[in-house]
């Protein structure tokens, strides 16, 4: 079932459960109401006048009377001390008892009722007469003084025109029903295909995104959840385009890279097969050549399949307490040999107390020796590259510093990405193009903030391990 179609029948479920209270408030919560609100009406009329009642003749009593005859607002009947019907009003009119009148039969029901005996004893009562489950009509019987004689009073009131009154609004209601249904339905459908519709052009994008047309937008220009998403979408469509150009500079690149070796291999192996194997000299040197080779393509692998596992969430860390300034030391030795090999001149500053950290050593060397690498390859022959430690208010900060022309501030970014890699000024090539990125991943699961300032001349690739 599609999101439309959920959409429409959530909101129809709501229309109908606003029809459905509208019945129950209408048919049975109003319908009682209106009943109890015109007895509690004639009680509390009546109330102010039961002594008078009692004590004074009715039929000298022109107004009180009157008064009753109205205060019923249906018809008022006076039965004698026989308990026989002597007049009978409607609406403070007096009824013609001899002719065959629709009126009469109230009281034909009231003599055959319950209540009758009640009526001859001269009791007070109040009934509710029941027709088919519902008040058909209100009783209130009061004794009174009639002629001088004993009499006895009914107050009937009707609820049959409160009845019509409440079929037709209830045939009203049923029309309503029905109209607001069908709006609504229509409405709904409306809606949730007008809400659904920017959802099946993000979907589309999607579609063509994985199928590989990574210029595909979704175009939504909207200040909400929806416009959001959209905006995300975009922005994932231009990384899968730098991602594809990357994919395809690291496929040159990686290529390129193993294939220089391979070559120097290759070359130099046979040059000692053929040529320089009988001068031990000569051989040992090109003998050094195939093994530094072989060691750095070993090492590009190792980059690779580094990274490679990083990314797939494979990164496991093995932290111990250990002192930064003994990491930093012994992984700044390593370097040194690699400084000298490429006529550059390696400073170590470190301060003189222990730097207590937790860290996993082996990951921390790795990101040393890559962010070591990067700058051998950005330094000139003769140059000096600085590894620093210091401590601050709060943690410790350590920097590779090299000499060089600055990196511009649009691609410090993206220098953390994988397989980026800024031309080599120094025109050496330490490293495989993803030393960043596996720097930017083990800082990342560290926990520790890195970055890159260019000032004066120098570039100071630095990370900080807070103490706090």
Not at 69 to 77: I, Q, R, V, Y
Request: glycine content about 6%.
């Amino acid at each position: 079932m599609g999101i439309a179609v959920r959409l429409w029948a959530i909101m129809m479920v709501l229309v109908l459960l606003t029809v459905g209270f509208m019945w129950v408030f209408q048919v049975v919560l109003m319908e009682r109401n209106y009943i109890e609100s015109k007895t509690n009406e004639v009680q509390a009329q009546l109330e102010p006048i039961m002594g008078d009642l009692e004590t004074e003749d009715l039929a000298y009593n022109e107004q009180m009377l009157s008064y009753l005859s109205s205060t019923a607002e249906g018809k008022m009947l006076i039965i004698n001390d026989s308990g026989q019907l002597a007049e009978m009003y409607t609406f403070g009119h007096p009824i013609d008892l001899s002719a065959n009148h629709s009126d009469v039969q109230v009281w034909e029901r009231i003599a055959n009722g319950e209540n009758y005996p009640k009526i001859l004893a001269g009791e007070p009562y109040t009934s509710e007469r029941m027709d088919r489950n519902r008040v058909e009509a209100y009783e209130i019987g009061i004794p009174i003084r009639y002629y001088g004689a004993d009499a006895y009073l009914i107050l009937y009131h009707s609820f049959e025109e409160l009845y019509n009154v409440l079929d037709m609004n209830r045939r009203q209601l049923v029309i309503l029903s029905v109209i607001l249904t069908a709006a609504a339905a229509v409405l709904a459908a409306f809606l949730a295909k007008r809400f659904t519709h920017p959802i099946r052009v993000i979907k589309k994008t999607v579609d063509c995104l994985a199928a590989g047309e990574l210029t595909a937008v979704p175009g939504l220009k909207r200040g909400d959840e929806i416009g959001q998403l959209s905006h995300s979408v975009e922005e994932l469509g231009r990384a899968l385009q730098r991602v594809d150009v990357l994919r395809k500079e690291v496929i040159a690149n990686v290529s390129h890279e193993l294939r220089s070796p391979l070559a120097l291999i290759g070359g130099y192996a046979e040059m000692v097969r053929d040529i320089t194997w009988k001068d031990d000299q000569q051989r040992n040197e090109n003998l050094d050549l195939i093994i530094r080779e072989a060691n750095r393509m070993s090492e590009m692998v190792s980059d690779i399949m580094d990274y490679s596992q990083f990314q797939s969430g494979y990164l496991h860390l093995n932290k111990e307490d250990c002192d930064l300034r003994e990491v930093v030391w012994e992984e700044a030795g390593r370097c040194e040999k690699i400084a000298r090999e490429n006529h550059l001149t390696l400073q170590l500053e470190q301060p003189e107390t222990e730097c207590p950290v937790q860290v996993d050593a082996l990951k921390l060397s790795q990101v040393l020796r890559n962010l070591f690498n990067n700058a051998v390859n950005h330094t000139k022959d003769g140059g000096t590259i600085t590894i620093r430690t210091q401590r601050e208010a709060d943690g410790y900060r350590v920097s590779v510093i090299s000499p060089g022309d600055p990196i511009p501030e649009e691609e410090r970014e993206l220098i953390w990405e994988r397989y980026q890699r800024s031309q080599h000024q120094a025109g050496r090539r330490q490293g495989t193009g993803i030393g960043l990125s596996i720097v930017k991943t083990i800082l990342d699961a560290h926990g520790m903030s890195y970055g890159v300032d260019c000032q004066e001349g120098l570039t100071d690739f630095w990370f900080f391990y807070p103490t706090k």
